[in-house]
């Protein structure tokens, strides 16, 4: 639990002090946040420890770069742009992010998103198969390329708009919509052919 001399004051109050070279109250804000950015980073990333060597280069970078924050944005969605930033360019570093295909669909809706089926029974049986479906589906994302892996999780997981994305991401709408339509179809195909499998086991 933080102090109560901070954890009685807002983001912003934060990171104003910390703009005045505060590191108790920038201290403050990463503890605020560094669980959803290393949850963010973690999806992202696929890997446990390039998440907290993202998060803790973020985290640095923040710091430095702190007294440019005007509160434009909330303090977690300006973390969040620079743990974006520093993911992606560790993806840029090791050749990890693909060109896209020129056969990468144009077309696109929401039509894709597959739709939730209520729990109306609590057989543990069922509950067992779900929760391995969930793993499946972690495990499936985590192995998207770079490029579908960040626009899927920055939409499912983060929940941001197409436009948020794209800022976030420094491309288009239409790109992101492409790339999200890509990376539901691939995780489509994936799911599927383990479903096919399991079921002639």
Avoid: C
Avoid at 68 to 91: C, E, H, M, P, S
Avoid at 156 to 180: C, F, N, Q
Avoid at 193 to 201: D, W
């Amino acid at each position: 639990m933080g102090d109560p001399k901070w954890t009685s004051l807002s983001d912003l109050e934060l990171a104003r002090m910390a703009a005045t070279s505060s590191q108790d109250a920038y201290s403050e804000l990463v503890r605020r946040h560094s669980d959803k950015l290393l949850n963010l980073a973690w999806r992202m990333s696929g890997s446990e420890e390039e998440a907290w060597d993202a998060v803790q280069e973020a985290f640095l970078a923040g710091w430095r770069s702190i007294g440019g924050y005007r509160g434009d944005a909330q303090v977690y969605t300006w973390l969040r742009k620079i743990l974006v930033n520093v993911i992606l360019g560790k993806f840029r570093n090791r050749d990890r992010l693909q060109i896209v295909s020129l056969n990468e669909p144009r077309e696109f809706d929401d039509s894709d998103v597959e739709p939730e089926i209520a729990d109306d029974s609590l057989d543990p049986q069922e509950v067992i198969g779900r929760m391995e479906t969930i793993e499946s589906i972690r495990t499936a994302v985590a192995e998207l390329p770079p490029i579908y892996r960040s626009v899927f999780v920055l939409r499912e997981a983060e929940m941001l708009s197409y436009s948020e994305i794209a800022e976030a991401l420094d491309i288009s709408e239409g790109t992101v919509k492409s790339r999200l339509h890509m990376a539901r179809r691939l995780l489509r195909e994936r799911l599927t052919k383990e479903v096919a499998a399991a079921r002639r086991a």
